[in-house]
């Protein structure tokens, strides 16, 4: 069966410090691989999609970027932390096999940025 | 364009009510997806249903049910004698079937219910 794994689950970051979040999966190949942020707890935000591997889009322009090194792996990172990319950062995958369409989403990651 | 409203901000009823969580879409597709979440105060995004535009059929899952409707654009939520773990904010979703490989997803602003015991 297909699972998604991200962490850490929570991480403290002063402001200007890097960052690196990562996702994985497993079971499947070839899946789309999406980074949302949700702030103020509440409205999800599509900040990167992958559809392969070294192919990044971003949906809104930030602080962050988005890598993709392997098939299943989906790197989210930043040079210098912002007090504004504080939020809970999930990782989704999505399969383009139409009779078993969804998101599924890993457990997110907490950040704070002090 | 695509855009998805779910007008209750915040709901709360006494366990064992029932509750309808509202959603209405918009899309100039004839093909698309629509999903419902569920955000337990853990954080993680659960699925809880996805529905073809092709298959108008209304759903029950235990004490889940789901109408969903064309002519209005809605996609509603009914939880029957709700519980205290059915506290969690609600995601309404909506997906085009694009001819790409890319499937974008686009999220509603949530509704957080409150199961008061």
């Known amino acids: 069966s297909q699972t998604i794994h991200q962490w850490p689950a929570t991480l403290v970051q002063p402001v200007g410090s890097p960052l690196s979040l990562e996702c994985t999966v497993e079971g499947t190949s070839n899946p789309n691989l999406y980074w949302y942020r949700q702030a103020a707890g509440r409205g999800l935000q599509l900040l990167f999609y992958s559809v392969g591997i070294g192919q990044i889009s971003s949906e809104v322009p930030q602080n962050l970027s988005a890598s993709r090194p392997q098939d299943r792996q989906f790197i989210l990172s930043s040079k210098k932390l912002l007090l504004s990319d504080s939020g809970f950062y999930l990782c989704?995958?999505?399969?383009?096999?139409?009779?078993?369409?969804?998101?599924?989403f890993g457990s997110g990651t907490r950040l704070t940025v002090v | 364009a695509q855009k998805v409203t779910q007008a209750q901000t915040e709901i709360s009823v006494v366990e064992k009510e029932d509750v309808t969580l509202d959603c209405v879409y918009e899309t100039r597709d004839t093909t698309y997806y629509l999903f419902w979440y569920k955000q337990p105060p853990s954080g993680e995004l659960v699925f809880l249903i996805r529905?073809?535009?092709?298959?108008?059929q209304n759903e029950i899952s235990g004490r889940y049910s789901w109408n969903f409707q064309k002519s209005t654009s809605s996609f509603n939520f009914t939880i029957t004698a709700s519980q205290v773990v059915d506290s969690a904010v609600y995601f309404c979703a909506l997906s085009e079937a694009l001819e790409t490989s890319y499937d974008k997803v686009i999220f509603g602003p949530g509704t957080s219910l409150s199961v008061i015991p």
């Open positions: 989704a995958w999505s399969a383009w096999d139409r009779t078993n369409y969804g998101y599924t």
């Open positions: 529905r073809n535009s092709f298959d108008e």
